[in-house]
């Protein structure tokens, strides 16, 4: 049970106070990434493998929330941090279920490893790998108060974080364009269509 | 988050400081007060709100799954197709249509609205449809054969799903604790928000503010979902466990 809590905690978080958190994580030279991994391994002159890398001198830190190259890794890592351990969870709920006879027998005939794993676990667990994916597909493109909040209710710099809601929300509900609101919630549709078709075909298969 | 409800501004973003220089309770004190956000009311909001659209999206998809489970044929595919979609179709992409219906019902800025809004989930149905199909046909049949109305079947099938049922509450409760824009979208008034938009003012201060009020806020958020997990853990397992074994729809 502690086990499993420190996986479901990060989904507990709601998005808005995760945004909070990660403002921490990524605020400046004094974000915690900043701090503990880029600056002292990729600073121009001072990191541990900044010279080896041929990392300009000038470099000093990674501005993650207003650097247009990096808003979107930002973006990703959260998201990442949140939902890891809800996957893992539903991993080793459905590994629960599966037979022990089935890894029994196949540790019987030599099965070990990542044999194990290939020729027994993944084939078992298929279809938990399609489901977290079109889970994680919607929950990625329907993401919208963690980056919200994250970039002061915008896109960031150049909108290199803008995500569809986000647009759809400033154009219909901040600016009033809800005709280009709509076109935008319209526009989806395909998106969905796939992922619909791709869910039939997993329950066929 | 819990050193940082103790922290002063300058010792938030020091990344080499994990406790706070002094357990001072000033911003646990100063969220009590209520006088800079009514936290009392945004938490019972948000309690009602989730509670409201679980219980809801619960009933409905228990009732739609069950429908469903002794339809057959075509009718049966359209039927789950529909529920697939509307599992697949995010709430953002209704947002509009949504608020227009709001508007014409005269339910914009009520929270019927979102509890409405949020208890159709075609989430319920796809969930409750895999937990039926844990029950022995055999049981089925023999009550059929004992004259046991559709009434009394329903409520055979509430006994033999208990635990699904308390997995299911439990992880849409989580769901709508999140959900974010539709009370952004629906609702108006302060007094209506619940405690993550009516915690939106305390991000927009300014630097002087103390930030570990909000850290505070944050750790009270967090703790019913805890709670309710810690609480329906077991269940929770038990019905993902079944659930997620037949890949079967």
Not at chain 1, 83 to 100: E, K, N, Q, Y
Not at chain 1, 120 to 125: R, Y
Not at chain 1, 186 to 204: C, D, F, H, V, Y
Request: a neutral charge.
């Amino acid at each position: 049970m502690p086990l499993s809590l420190i996986f479901v905690l990060p989904i507990l978080t709601p998005p808005s106070v995760l945004a909070w958190i990660f403002l921490m994580v990524f605020h400046g030279k004094e974000g915690l990434l900043n701090a503990w991994l880029v600056i002292p391994f990729f600073h121009g002159q001072q990191g541990w493998l900044g010279p080896w890398l041929g990392v300009p001198e000038t470099f000093q830190y990674i501005n993650w929330l207003k650097d247009p190259n990096f808003i979107m890794s930002a973006m990703v890592m959260q998201s990442l941090w949140r939902w890891t351990g809800m996957v893992a969870f539903l991993f080793h709920c459905a590994w629960a279920s599966v037979p022990r006879d089935v890894i029994h027998a196949a540790k019987l005939d030599g099965a070990t490893g990542f044999g194990l794993y290939r020729h027994i676990m993944a084939p078992l667990l298929k279809h938990i790998f399609v489901f977290s994916a079109i889970m994680l597909v919607i929950d990625g493109v329907a993401s919208f108060s963690g980056a919200y909040f994250l970039l002061g209710q915008s896109g960031g710099t150049a909108n290199a974080g803008l995500m569809v809601v986000t647009h759809l929300y400033n154009q219909g509900f901040r600016w009033g364009y809800l005709g280009d609101a709509c076109a935008i919630a319209i526009s989806l549709m395909p998106l969905w269509g796939l992922l619909i078709i791709a869910s039939m075909s997993m329950k066929r298969s | 988050m819990l050193c940082s409800s103790f922290k002063q501004n300058h010792e938030l973003f020091k990344p080499d400081q994990l406790l706070p220089s002094s357990w001072d309770f000033f911003a646990w004190k100063l969220l009590w007060q209520g006088e800079l956000l009514d936290w009392g009311l945004g938490l019972w909001n948000a309690i009602f709100l989730s509670f409201g659209q679980t219980l809801l999206a619960a009933a409905l998809g228990f009732a739609f799954a069950f429908h469903i489970h002794f339809s057959h044929g075509v009718k049966k595919s359209i039927q789950t197709l529909l529920a697939v979609t509307a599992v697949l179709m995010p709430v953002q992409v209704m947002a509009i249509p949504l608020v227009n219906i709001a508007q014409k019902l005269n339910l914009y800025d009520h929270q019927l609205s979102v509890l409405l809004a949020g208890s159709a989930s075609g989430l319920g149905v796809l969930y409750f449809i895999q937990a039926f199909k844990r029950i022995p046909q055999a049981l089925l049949d023999a009550a059929v054969i004992d004259g046991a109305s559709h009434r009394h079947l329903f409520v055979m099938f509430f006994h033999e799903s208990k635990a699904h049922v308390l997995g299911f509450l439990l992880l849409h409760f989580m769901l709508s604790w999140h959900a974010h824009l539709l009370p952004l979208l629906l609702l108006h008034t302060e007094q209506q928000l619940p405690l993550p938009l009516s915690m939106r003012s305390l991000l927009d201060s300014s630097l002087q503010f103390p930030r570990a009020v909000l850290m505070a806020a944050s750790i009270l958020l967090i703790s019913p979902p805890l709670a309710f997990f810690l609480l329906g853990y077991k269940s929770l397992k038990l019905s993902l466990t079944a659930v997620l074994t037949d890949p079967d729809g």
